[in-house]
């Protein structure tokens, strides 16, 4: 059985390229023939403004130049991919690679506010034969209040498709009321498919020798808050702050990697003794490896992250919600673990009647 898989892959984002390795890894892994449709608009380049894109890479330009280089070491290393490569919808749409399943997730690929939520390439509208399956797996919308316009495409294509599965409970219902007798499931993002153990295939080396506290922020902030936070946490454990995440530092730190790739990534949060972020996966793998950490909740699609604190009980580690640090012991890492092995397994088993792995 051939499954094809198109989701964000190639974009310079650690968690884009994360999840699109997970998914593709559980499903390897466990005897289904995967590819990623070598899909890459040009604003997945861009980041959609491709004038600010252009000055950055010239201001930062050694920088974007390596850790560019790096990414595609990694998509080469570890990414199946079609061999065929698409720069536009239409090149899809007029010789699409062919599969028995078609999958569409994960990431924010349905979220309109973005260029690819309003790409009818994530929608799976290039397939056009009733033969084969279409489904998504733990797509995200990114918003918790929808109107009518939000799920437009959704509602144009969803009802081609056998199954779908997102990312946000939130969601579902809303989902459900424009797709007729389609099943509308939540399950787990594809990073907690895999034991922490697969992860260490692709984990670099430990990169900062002293012990440090990591900080993740992509998107602007209360600098003077996050500084004296931070500050607090690294001169109570006597930690090094390292920054990470964007070509300018959001905080005052020690170290600043600019041309950080996933490998780099998974590392830097594996050998922190504490992580800040308002990074979705950035939390998520502050799960996976049991680490110390606060999430900054996003204004516009928090919900992506308040939703996993919630089911872990953790929402006192959302920024702004303590009065004092907050820690996690091991007894209750323990607790947590059991939470999150529950919801991958019924991911799993959800997604197995999807798609018959071993």
């Not at 964000?8 to 990623?36: K, M, P, R, V, Y």
């Not at 959704?154 to 579902?172: A, C, D, H, P, T």
């Not at 905080?251 to 490998?263: E, L, N, S």
């Amino acid at each position: 059985m051939k499954t094809l898989t198109i989701t964000l892959h190639d974009t310079d984002n650690c968690g884009s390229s994360l999840q699109a390795f997970a998914l593709q890894h559980f499903l390897i892994t466990h005897g289904i023939d995967n590819e990623i449709i070598d899909y890459v608009p040009a604003y997945t380049q861009n980041n959609g403004n491709p004038f600010k894109t252009f000055i950055r890479n010239i201001i930062f330009r050694k920088s974007y130049l390596q850790r560019r280089k790096k990414f595609q070491n990694f998509i080469n290393k570890n990414l199946k991919l079609t061999k065929k490569k698409y720069k536009t919808y239409q090149e899809l749409k007029n010789n699409p690679p062919q599969a028995d399943i078609y999958i569409t997730g994960s990431d924010q690929l349905w979220n309109n506010s973005y260029a690819c939520g309003n790409d009818e390439a994530f929608y799976l509208a290039f397939v056009n034969s009733e033969k084969v399956k279409k489904i998504s797996y733990a797509v995200s919308i990114g918003k918790c209040n929808i109107n009518e316009n939000d799920l437009k495409l959704v509602k144009e294509y969803g009802n081609n498709f056998q199954w779908i599965s997102l990312r946000e409970k939130v969601n579902v219902g809303d989902v459900e009321k424009v797709v007729n007798k389609v099943p509308v499931v939540h399950v787990c993002d594809p990073v907690l498919l895999n034991d922490a153990k697969e992860y260490d295939k692709i984990k670099k080396f430990r990169i900062i020798e002293e012990k440090y506290i990591l900080v993740y922020v992509a998107q602007a902030i209360n600098k003077l808050e996050l500084n004296r936070i931070v500050k607090e946490i690294a001169e109570e454990n006597g930690l090094k702050i390292v920054f990470i995440g964007t070509y300018r530092s959001k905080c005052d730190c020690d170290f600043h990697i600019k041309d950080m790739d996933p490998g780099d990534f998974l590392s830097l949060i594996y050998n922190a003794e504490y992580v800040i972020s308002n990074s979705f996966h950035a939390t998520m793998f502050s799960l996976i490896y049991n680490k110390q950490f606060i999430a900054i909740l996003p204004k516009e699609n928090g919900n992506r992250i308040s939703e996993i604190l919630e089911l872990t009980n953790l929402e006192n580690h959302a920024f702004g919600k303590f009065d004092k640090i907050p820690y996690i012991t091991s007894e209750e890492y323990i607790e947590i673990n059991k939470k999150l092995k529950i919801f991958k397994e019924e991911s799993k088993k959800t997604l197995s009647n999807q798609i018959e792995y071993k």
